[in-house]
């Protein structure tokens, strides 16, 4: 069974682009979760889409944003991107509320 | 709301030697509680997972950790570590019926000494 899968690995951008990662969930799955990890904040809930719905929103800006498609993969954007926006962001599969998690390897994002 | 705290950012062990990660969490009701571990560059992998039942709970690659409720902890204990254990350690909780939002404790790097 394949894991959950983001695309790209590594990315970098400059101040002021915009920027969309990709996750695609294990099969079967339909809750899809974004967490940012930084060195200096940890780890910190984005979003979580459920059945192509946002089912709940972390404290962020309104730069970032997501969707879920039919087939539950789902992309986040990231637009007006800041320095402070490098970090490592995770995405998170699971096939109902509150069961465990899957997590995919990440998107490293540098803003230079 | 909901909160988890981890004593102790590092952590060194001799290998063979006991490993303690101690994480407390708060949360208003009856919470469900995760540890994952953190290779350098990957994603987290769930080490253990506590959703109200047996509150000692064994998870992959000899780890457990036990709930307690009176002292709203969830430590993660190895009797004997290993050199690949040395990683970063993350405790999570969340709620039942909000969904999968986690909140997670600020990591606990784990050092094994030969």
């Known amino acids: 069974k394949a894991g959950v899968t983001q695309t790209p690995r590594y990315l970098i951008k400059t101040r002021g682009q915009q920027v969309t990662l990709s996750c695609s969930p294990i099969?079967?799955?339909?809750?899809v979760s974004w967490y940012q990890q930084t060195p200096g904040q940890g780890l910190q809930f984005l979003f979580e889409?459920?059945?192509?719905?946002?089912?709940n929103k972390g404290n962020f800006p309104g730069r970032f944003s997501g969707r879920q498609f039919s087939n539950s993969r789902s992309e986040m954007n990231v637009s007006t991107l800041e320095l402070g926006d490098s970090a490592l962001y995770l995405c998170a599969s699971s096939f109902a509320g509150n069961t465990e998690a899957f997590f995919g390897q990440g998107t490293r994002l540098t803003v230079v | 709301a909901q909160s988890v705290t981890q004593l102790g950012s590092h952590v060194s062990v001799s290998e063979g030697a006991l490993v303690l990660l101690r994480c407390n969490y708060s949360s208003s009701v009856p919470p469900y509680l995760f540890w994952y571990v953190q290779y350098p560059n990957q994603g987290l992998q769930l080490l253990l997972k506590y959703t109200s039942a047996a509150t000692l709970v064994k998870g992959i690659n000899g780890f457990e950790a036990e709930f307690k409720k009176s002292e709203t902890s969830f430590h993660l204990t190895k009797p004997s570590a290993h050199m690949s254990d040395a990683a970063e350690y993350f405790c999570a909780v969340s709620q039942k019926n909000t969904g999968n939002q986690f909140y997670f404790g600020t990591g606990t790097s784990l050092t094994v000494i030969p």
């Open positions: 889409y459920f059945s192509e719905t946002q089912r």
């Open positions: 099969s079967g799955h339909r809750s």
